[in-house]
Protein backbone atom coordinates (compact mmCIF):
# COMPACT_ATOMS: atom_id res chain seq x y z
CA UNK A 1 0.00 0.00 0.00
CA UNK A 2 1.51 3.55 -1.22
CA UNK A 3 0.09 6.04 0.78
CA UNK A 4 1.59 9.55 -0.27
CA UNK A 5 1.32 12.75 1.68
CA UNK A 6 1.37 15.85 -0.76
CA UNK A 7 2.23 18.42 2.34
CA UNK A 8 5.20 16.46 3.92
CA UNK A 9 8.40 17.68 4.31
CA UNK A 10 9.50 14.97 2.07
CA UNK A 11 9.33 15.20 -1.32
CA UNK A 12 7.12 12.53 -3.17
CA UNK A 13 9.56 10.90 -5.16
CA UNK A 14 11.18 10.55 -2.00
CA UNK A 15 8.06 9.01 -0.29
CA UNK A 16 7.23 6.81 -3.01
CA UNK A 17 11.11 5.29 -3.20
CA UNK A 18 11.33 4.56 0.31
CA UNK A 19 7.79 3.01 0.53
CA UNK A 20 8.89 0.99 -2.35
CA UNK A 21 12.03 0.46 -0.58
CA UNK A 22 9.97 -1.07 3.02
CA UNK A 23 7.95 -2.80 0.62
CA UNK A 24 11.13 -4.69 -0.77
CA UNK A 25 12.89 -5.15 2.91
CA UNK A 26 9.98 -7.00 3.76
CA UNK A 27 9.50 -9.10 1.22
CA UNK A 28 6.21 -8.03 -0.49
CA UNK A 29 7.93 -7.18 -3.43
CA UNK A 30 10.81 -9.83 -4.62
CA UNK A 31 13.37 -10.08 -7.09
CA UNK A 32 11.68 -10.23 -10.55
CA UNK A 33 8.40 -8.69 -9.18
CA UNK A 34 7.30 -5.97 -12.14
CA UNK A 35 6.19 -2.38 -11.57
CA UNK A 36 3.65 -0.84 -13.45
CA UNK A 37 4.18 1.54 -16.15
CA UNK A 38 5.55 5.30 -14.44
CA UNK A 39 2.57 6.94 -16.49
CA UNK A 40 -0.15 3.97 -15.15
CA UNK A 41 1.50 3.99 -11.45
CA UNK A 42 0.88 7.72 -11.81
CA UNK A 43 -2.98 7.45 -12.92
CA UNK A 44 -3.44 4.97 -9.90
CA UNK A 45 -1.33 7.44 -7.42
CA UNK A 46 -2.78 10.61 -8.95
CA UNK A 47 0.35 12.20 -9.17
CA UNK A 48 2.66 13.64 -11.27
CA UNK A 49 4.22 11.19 -14.04
CA UNK A 50 7.48 13.05 -13.51
CA UNK A 51 7.51 12.45 -10.10
CA UNK A 52 6.95 8.56 -10.23
CA UNK A 53 9.63 8.17 -13.20
CA UNK A 54 12.65 10.12 -10.90
CA UNK A 55 11.16 7.82 -8.06
CA UNK A 56 11.89 4.50 -10.29
CA UNK A 57 15.24 6.18 -11.14
CA UNK A 58 16.27 6.71 -8.13
CA UNK A 59 15.96 3.37 -7.28
CA UNK A 60 17.34 1.87 -10.29
CA UNK A 61 20.39 4.07 -9.44
CA UNK A 62 20.55 2.45 -6.00
CA UNK A 63 20.22 -0.74 -6.78
CA UNK A 64 16.99 -1.95 -6.23
CA UNK A 65 15.39 -1.63 -9.59
CA UNK A 66 16.53 -3.17 -12.92
CA UNK A 67 15.43 -1.96 -16.31
CA UNK A 68 13.57 -5.18 -18.18
CA UNK A 69 14.87 -4.81 -22.15
CA UNK A 70 11.12 -3.85 -22.79
CA UNK A 71 11.41 -1.04 -20.56
CA UNK A 72 9.80 -2.35 -17.55
CA UNK A 73 11.08 -2.07 -14.04
CA UNK A 74 11.92 -4.83 -12.13
CA UNK A 75 13.36 -5.84 -8.70
CA UNK A 76 16.87 -6.33 -9.03
CA UNK A 77 18.54 -9.72 -7.16
CA UNK A 78 19.49 -8.76 -4.26
CA UNK A 79 17.21 -5.67 -3.82
CA UNK A 80 16.21 -6.88 -0.80
CA UNK A 81 20.05 -6.94 0.44
CA UNK A 82 19.92 -3.34 -0.71
CA UNK A 83 16.94 -2.24 1.41
CA UNK A 84 17.21 -3.71 4.29
CA UNK A 85 20.49 -1.96 4.68
CA UNK A 86 19.23 1.30 4.08
CA UNK A 87 16.70 0.15 6.78
CA UNK A 88 19.05 -0.63 9.00
CA UNK A 89 20.99 2.70 8.46
CA UNK A 90 18.27 4.78 8.95
CA UNK A 91 17.29 2.55 12.44
CA UNK A 92 21.10 3.45 13.54
CA UNK A 93 20.69 7.03 12.62
CA UNK A 94 17.11 7.29 15.16
CA UNK A 95 19.12 5.07 17.67
CA UNK A 96 22.09 8.21 17.31
CA UNK A 97 18.94 11.08 17.15
CA UNK A 98 17.27 9.38 19.88
CA UNK A 99 20.41 8.85 22.78
CA UNK A 100 21.52 12.56 21.28
CA UNK A 101 18.25 13.96 22.52
CA UNK A 102 18.02 12.00 25.77
CA UNK A 103 21.72 13.73 26.35
CA UNK A 104 20.49 16.79 25.68
CA UNK A 105 17.54 16.27 28.38
CA UNK A 106 19.77 15.61 30.99
CA UNK A 107 19.48 11.65 30.96
CA UNK A 108 22.32 9.82 32.79
CA UNK A 109 24.05 7.57 30.90
CA UNK A 110 23.31 4.86 33.06
CA UNK A 111 19.70 4.65 32.30
CA UNK A 112 20.58 5.30 28.55
CA UNK A 113 22.01 1.91 28.90
CA UNK A 114 19.50 0.33 30.69
CA UNK A 115 16.79 1.17 28.52
CA UNK A 116 18.55 0.14 25.19
CA UNK A 117 18.94 -3.25 27.42
CA UNK A 118 15.56 -3.23 28.45
CA UNK A 119 14.21 -2.66 24.82
CA UNK A 120 16.56 -5.56 23.29
CA UNK A 121 15.19 -8.12 26.35
CA UNK A 122 11.19 -7.16 25.01
CA UNK A 123 10.03 -9.68 22.91
CA UNK A 124 10.47 -9.01 19.77
CA UNK A 125 6.99 -10.57 18.33
CA UNK A 126 6.48 -10.24 14.94
CA UNK A 127 8.42 -8.26 11.89
CA UNK A 128 7.56 -4.92 11.21
CA UNK A 129 4.81 -4.53 8.71
CA UNK A 130 5.85 -2.29 5.31
CA UNK A 131 3.56 0.62 6.89
CA UNK A 132 5.60 0.43 10.43
CA UNK A 133 8.95 0.24 8.12
CA UNK A 134 7.60 3.42 5.97
CA UNK A 135 7.00 5.15 8.69
CA UNK A 136 10.66 4.53 10.22
CA UNK A 137 12.21 5.70 6.79
CA UNK A 138 10.07 8.21 6.86
CA UNK A 139 10.83 10.05 10.01
CA UNK A 140 14.94 9.23 9.09
CA UNK A 141 14.12 11.08 5.16
CA UNK A 142 12.37 13.95 7.15
CA UNK A 143 15.71 14.16 9.30
CA UNK A 144 17.63 13.81 6.31
CA UNK A 145 16.68 16.93 5.43
CA UNK A 146 18.96 18.68 8.64
CA UNK A 147 21.85 19.53 6.35
CA UNK A 148 24.05 17.60 8.15
CA UNK A 149 23.11 14.08 7.83
CA UNK A 150 22.91 14.23 4.45
CA UNK A 151 24.86 11.23 4.63
CA UNK A 152 22.57 8.68 5.96
CA UNK A 153 19.97 10.27 3.08
CA UNK A 154 17.37 7.32 2.50
CA UNK A 155 18.39 8.19 -1.33
CA UNK A 156 20.77 10.06 -3.03
CA UNK A 157 19.37 13.40 -3.35
CA UNK A 158 21.58 14.17 -6.39
CA UNK A 159 20.00 11.09 -8.60
CA UNK A 160 17.85 13.17 -10.58
CA UNK A 161 16.21 11.24 -13.69
CA UNK A 162 14.17 12.01 -16.56
CA UNK A 163 11.60 9.29 -17.43
CA UNK A 164 11.99 6.23 -18.14
CA UNK B 1 -6.05 46.42 -13.43
CA UNK B 2 -6.13 42.56 -13.06
CA UNK B 3 -2.58 41.73 -14.03
CA UNK B 4 0.38 44.09 -14.24
CA UNK B 5 3.65 43.54 -15.46
CA UNK B 6 2.52 39.48 -15.69
CA UNK B 7 5.42 37.92 -16.48
CA UNK B 8 5.33 34.02 -16.44
CA UNK B 9 7.22 31.06 -18.96
CA UNK B 10 5.27 27.82 -18.41
CA UNK B 11 7.37 24.73 -20.14
CA UNK B 12 6.22 22.18 -22.53
CA UNK B 13 5.09 19.34 -20.38
CA UNK B 14 5.00 20.80 -17.43
CA UNK B 15 1.90 20.68 -14.89
CA UNK B 16 1.52 24.73 -13.99
CA UNK B 17 -0.52 25.79 -11.24
CA UNK B 18 -1.59 29.09 -10.78
CA UNK B 19 -2.24 30.00 -6.99
CA UNK B 20 -3.59 33.14 -5.57
CA UNK B 21 -6.72 35.00 -3.64
CA UNK B 22 -9.56 36.10 -5.32
CA UNK B 23 -9.00 38.74 -7.90
CA UNK B 24 -4.83 38.10 -8.06
CA UNK B 25 -5.76 38.08 -11.54
CA UNK B 26 -5.37 34.00 -12.32
CA UNK B 27 -8.36 34.11 -14.32
CA UNK B 28 -7.96 37.19 -16.14
CA UNK B 29 -4.05 35.73 -17.09
CA UNK B 30 -6.36 32.46 -18.31
CA UNK B 31 -9.08 34.72 -20.83
CA UNK B 32 -5.80 36.11 -22.28
CA UNK B 33 -3.77 33.11 -23.04
CA UNK B 34 -7.06 31.68 -24.24
CA UNK B 35 -7.31 34.68 -26.51
CA UNK B 36 -10.52 35.97 -25.13
CA UNK B 37 -9.50 38.62 -23.79
CA UNK B 38 -7.04 40.97 -25.14
CA UNK B 39 -4.04 42.41 -23.58
CA UNK B 40 -3.79 46.48 -23.32
CA UNK B 41 -0.27 46.00 -23.41
CA UNK B 42 2.38 43.35 -23.88
CA UNK B 43 1.93 39.87 -25.49
CA UNK B 44 1.10 35.91 -25.16
CA UNK B 45 2.25 33.04 -26.95
CA UNK B 46 0.89 29.63 -26.78
CA UNK B 47 2.69 27.24 -28.96
CA UNK B 48 4.15 30.20 -30.97
CA UNK B 49 1.47 31.77 -31.69
CA UNK B 50 0.22 35.36 -30.78
CA UNK B 51 -2.93 34.10 -28.85
CA UNK B 52 -4.85 37.23 -29.74
CA UNK B 53 -3.73 37.68 -33.48
CA UNK B 54 -3.63 33.67 -34.23
CA UNK B 55 -6.33 32.58 -31.58
CA UNK B 56 -7.90 31.18 -34.52
CA UNK B 57 -4.97 28.73 -34.99
CA UNK B 58 -4.99 27.87 -31.61
CA UNK B 59 -8.51 26.66 -31.41
CA UNK B 60 -7.49 23.11 -32.08
CA UNK B 61 -4.57 22.75 -30.28
CA UNK B 62 -5.68 24.37 -26.68
CA UNK B 63 -8.55 22.84 -24.44
CA UNK B 64 -10.07 25.34 -22.11
CA UNK B 65 -12.39 24.51 -19.49
CA UNK B 66 -13.57 27.19 -17.81
CA UNK B 67 -14.71 28.05 -14.17
CA UNK B 68 -18.01 28.05 -14.49
CA UNK B 69 -18.99 26.50 -18.32
CA UNK B 70 -22.06 27.72 -20.04
CA UNK B 71 -23.67 25.61 -22.62
CA UNK B 72 -26.49 25.40 -24.73
CA UNK B 73 -28.77 23.62 -22.05
CA UNK B 74 -31.31 22.41 -24.63
CA UNK B 75 -28.80 20.40 -26.23
CA UNK B 76 -28.13 16.50 -25.11
CA UNK B 77 -24.70 15.61 -24.24
CA UNK B 78 -24.53 14.11 -27.69
CA UNK B 79 -25.40 17.20 -29.29
CA UNK B 80 -23.04 19.62 -27.83
CA UNK B 81 -20.37 17.29 -29.29
CA UNK B 82 -21.53 17.05 -32.48
CA UNK B 83 -21.96 20.92 -32.63
CA UNK B 84 -18.59 21.63 -31.07
CA UNK B 85 -16.97 19.29 -33.40
CA UNK B 86 -18.23 21.38 -36.01
CA UNK B 87 -15.28 23.58 -35.71
CA UNK B 88 -12.63 21.06 -34.70
CA UNK B 89 -10.65 18.77 -36.70
CA UNK B 90 -11.32 15.00 -37.95
CA UNK B 91 -12.17 12.41 -34.54
CA UNK B 92 -13.36 14.83 -32.46
CA UNK B 93 -17.30 13.66 -32.23
CA UNK B 94 -15.61 9.97 -31.26
CA UNK B 95 -13.10 10.90 -29.07
CA UNK B 96 -15.54 13.47 -27.29
CA UNK B 97 -18.13 10.10 -27.32
CA UNK B 98 -15.55 7.95 -25.62
CA UNK B 99 -14.58 10.52 -23.06
CA UNK B 100 -18.39 10.87 -22.13
CA UNK B 101 -18.76 6.86 -22.08
CA UNK B 102 -15.61 6.78 -19.66
CA UNK B 103 -17.18 9.66 -17.47
CA UNK B 104 -20.43 7.63 -17.14
CA UNK B 105 -22.55 10.50 -18.68
CA UNK B 106 -26.05 9.37 -20.82
CA UNK B 107 -25.29 10.91 -24.59
CA UNK B 108 -29.02 11.70 -24.22
CA UNK B 109 -29.54 13.42 -20.84
CA UNK B 110 -30.28 17.36 -21.59
CA UNK B 111 -27.65 19.56 -20.48
CA UNK B 112 -29.94 21.62 -18.32
CA UNK B 113 -30.78 18.14 -16.31
CA UNK B 114 -27.44 17.00 -15.35
CA UNK B 115 -25.81 17.65 -12.04
CA UNK B 116 -23.42 20.13 -11.36
CA UNK B 117 -20.37 17.35 -11.47
CA UNK B 118 -21.89 15.84 -14.92
CA UNK B 119 -22.18 19.65 -16.22
CA UNK B 120 -18.51 19.99 -15.78
CA UNK B 121 -17.58 16.70 -16.73
CA UNK B 122 -19.29 17.40 -20.18
CA UNK B 123 -16.84 20.27 -20.11
CA UNK B 124 -13.84 18.52 -19.61
CA UNK B 125 -14.88 15.98 -22.26
CA UNK B 126 -15.02 18.91 -25.05
CA UNK B 127 -11.86 20.13 -23.95
CA UNK B 128 -10.03 16.84 -24.21
CA UNK B 129 -11.41 15.60 -27.20
CA UNK B 130 -9.47 18.21 -29.09
CA UNK B 131 -6.31 16.36 -28.12
CA UNK B 132 -5.05 19.10 -26.98
CA UNK B 133 -1.47 19.76 -26.90
CA UNK B 134 -1.98 22.40 -24.46
CA UNK B 135 -5.16 22.18 -21.50
CA UNK B 136 -5.88 25.42 -19.68
CA UNK B 137 -8.22 24.54 -16.58
CA UNK B 138 -9.42 27.54 -14.62
CA UNK B 139 -10.38 26.31 -11.08
CA UNK B 140 -12.04 23.30 -12.62
CA UNK B 141 -13.18 21.12 -9.73
CA UNK B 142 -14.09 24.09 -7.35
CA UNK B 143 -17.61 23.61 -5.66
CA UNK B 144 -17.41 19.37 -7.20
CA UNK B 145 -17.68 16.55 -4.80
CA UNK B 146 -14.34 14.45 -4.44
CA UNK B 147 -15.22 11.33 -6.85
CA UNK B 148 -15.79 14.01 -9.52
CA UNK B 149 -12.48 16.15 -8.42
CA UNK B 150 -10.44 12.77 -8.57
CA UNK B 151 -11.59 12.32 -11.96
CA UNK B 152 -10.44 15.26 -13.53
CA UNK B 153 -7.12 14.57 -11.31
CA UNK B 154 -6.91 11.56 -13.00
CA UNK B 155 -7.64 12.96 -16.37
CA UNK B 156 -4.64 15.43 -16.27
CA UNK B 157 -2.29 12.74 -14.73
CA UNK B 158 -2.78 10.89 -17.97
CA UNK B 159 -2.57 13.93 -20.37
CA UNK B 160 0.60 15.03 -18.24
CA UNK B 161 1.96 11.37 -19.10
CA UNK B 162 1.71 12.52 -22.65
CA UNK B 163 3.91 14.90 -22.56
CA UNK B 164 1.07 17.53 -23.10
CA UNK B 165 1.16 20.91 -20.97
CA UNK B 166 -1.10 21.82 -18.81
CA UNK B 167 -1.97 25.45 -16.99
CA UNK B 168 -4.21 24.96 -13.66
CA UNK B 169 -5.73 27.50 -11.65
CA UNK B 170 -7.40 26.11 -8.31
CA UNK B 171 -7.69 26.62 -4.82
CA UNK B 172 -7.84 22.75 -3.88
CA UNK B 173 -4.06 22.98 -2.60
CA UNK B 174 -3.50 19.69 -1.44
CA UNK B 175 -4.55 18.58 -5.48
CA UNK B 176 -1.81 20.69 -6.45
CA UNK B 177 0.54 19.54 -4.80
CA UNK B 178 -0.04 16.10 -5.80
CA UNK B 179 0.35 16.87 -9.52
CA UNK B 180 1.67 20.32 -10.41
CA UNK B 181 5.31 20.18 -11.87
CA UNK B 182 5.73 24.31 -10.96
CA UNK B 183 4.26 26.62 -9.26
CA UNK B 184 3.35 30.72 -9.80
CA UNK B 185 1.90 32.42 -6.69
CA UNK B 186 -0.06 35.52 -7.89
CA UNK B 187 -1.37 38.70 -6.00
CA UNK B 188 -2.29 41.81 -7.33
CA UNK B 189 -2.09 40.60 -10.69
CA UNK B 190 1.86 40.08 -10.03
CA UNK B 191 3.57 37.37 -10.02
CA UNK B 192 5.22 36.90 -6.68
CA UNK B 193 7.36 34.13 -7.11
CA UNK B 194 7.35 31.20 -9.68
CA UNK B 195 9.61 27.88 -9.99
CA UNK B 196 9.46 23.91 -10.27
CA UNK B 197 8.48 22.35 -7.43
CA UNK B 198 12.18 21.52 -6.56
CA UNK B 199 13.29 25.06 -7.10
CA UNK B 200 10.67 25.81 -4.08
CA UNK B 201 11.87 23.83 -1.70
CA UNK B 202 15.33 25.61 -2.08
CA UNK B 203 13.90 28.65 -2.65
CA UNK B 204 11.96 28.86 0.54
CA UNK B 205 12.30 27.46 3.26
CA UNK B 206 11.31 27.06 6.98
CA UNK B 207 13.56 27.46 10.14
CA UNK B 208 12.23 26.31 13.58
CA UNK B 209 15.32 26.94 16.45
CA UNK B 210 14.80 27.18 20.29
CA UNK B 211 16.61 30.24 21.44
CA UNK B 212 18.21 31.51 24.99
CA UNK B 213 17.95 35.08 24.77
CA UNK B 214 16.13 37.46 22.42
CA UNK B 215 16.00 35.79 18.76
CA UNK B 216 18.41 36.17 16.41
CA UNK B 217 17.98 39.33 13.46
CA UNK B 218 15.93 36.85 11.10
CA UNK B 219 16.51 39.77 8.00
CA UNK B 220 20.44 38.57 7.93
CA UNK B 221 18.82 34.81 6.99
CA UNK B 222 17.14 35.84 3.49
CA UNK B 223 14.47 37.56 2.68
CA UNK B 224 11.99 36.96 6.11
CA UNK B 225 8.46 36.09 4.87
CA UNK B 226 6.92 35.12 8.03
CA UNK B 227 8.12 35.34 11.95
CA UNK B 228 6.96 33.36 14.43
CA UNK B 229 7.16 32.61 18.36
CA UNK B 230 5.60 29.69 19.07
CA UNK B 231 5.98 28.49 22.83
CA UNK B 232 9.06 28.77 23.34
CA UNK B 233 10.93 27.87 20.12
CA UNK B 234 11.42 30.75 17.59
CA UNK B 235 10.40 29.82 13.77
CA UNK B 236 10.63 32.33 10.46
CA UNK B 237 9.99 31.37 6.62
CA UNK B 238 12.61 32.56 4.47
CA UNK B 239 12.97 32.91 0.96
CA UNK B 240 16.52 33.23 -0.58
CA UNK B 241 17.82 32.07 2.66
CA UNK B 242 21.92 33.00 3.08
CA UNK B 243 23.33 29.69 3.37
CA UNK B 244 26.36 30.47 5.48
CA UNK B 245 24.54 33.20 7.93
CA UNK B 246 22.45 29.92 8.83
CA UNK B 247 25.03 27.59 9.03
CA UNK B 248 26.64 30.20 11.68
CA UNK B 249 22.70 30.32 13.49
CA UNK B 250 22.46 26.57 14.07
CA UNK B 251 26.02 26.65 15.04
CA UNK B 252 25.73 29.85 17.28
CA UNK B 253 25.70 29.54 21.40
CA UNK B 254 22.32 29.75 23.10
CA UNK B 255 20.74 27.73 19.91
CA UNK B 256 19.74 24.80 20.41
CA UNK B 257 16.69 22.22 18.49
CA UNK B 258 18.03 24.01 15.03
CA UNK B 259 15.49 22.39 12.72
CA UNK B 260 15.20 23.13 8.77
CA UNK B 261 12.60 22.11 6.47
CA UNK B 262 11.12 22.22 3.28
CA UNK B 263 7.65 24.35 4.13
CA UNK B 264 4.43 22.71 2.34
CA UNK B 265 2.48 24.80 -0.39
CA UNK B 266 0.09 25.82 1.68
CA UNK B 267 2.46 27.41 3.76
CA UNK B 268 4.71 29.33 1.00
CA UNK B 269 0.40 30.80 0.31
CA UNK B 270 0.29 31.87 3.52
CA UNK B 271 4.07 33.16 3.86
CA UNK B 272 3.74 34.39 0.83
CA UNK B 273 0.27 36.13 0.57
CA UNK B 274 -0.14 36.91 3.61
CA UNK B 275 2.09 39.80 3.81
CA UNK B 276 0.74 43.07 3.84
CA UNK B 277 2.50 44.98 1.31
CA UNK B 278 1.80 41.50 -1.06
CA UNK B 279 5.09 42.13 -2.55
CA UNK B 280 8.12 39.35 -2.76
Known amino acids: MIDLQPDSPVPIHEQLASQLMADVAAGSLKTGARLAEYRAFAQQLLTNPQTVARAYADLEAAGVLERHPSGVMEIAAGADVVCRRRLQEAARHGLGEAVRQAVAYGLPEADIHKAVTEALAAPVGRPLAPAELYTAIKNTAHVSRHRDSQHIKVLPPEDGGGPP | ?280
Request: hydrophobic share 40%; with cysteine.
Open chain 2, 1 to 280: MAVDHLSLSVPQGAVFALLGDNGAGKSTTIRILNGLTPPDHGWARVLDHDVWQEAWQLRQRIGYVPERPKFYDWMTVREIGWFTSGFQRRGYLDRYLDLTDEFLLDPRSRLGTLSKGQYAKVGLALALAIDPEVLILDEPTSGLDLLVRREFLGSMVQLAGQGRTILISSHQIAEIERVASHVAFLARGKVLLAASMDELRHQVVRVRARCEGPPPAASALGKVLQEQRLGGSWQVILRDPDRAALDHLRAAPGVSGYEETAPGLEEVYCALLGRKDGTP
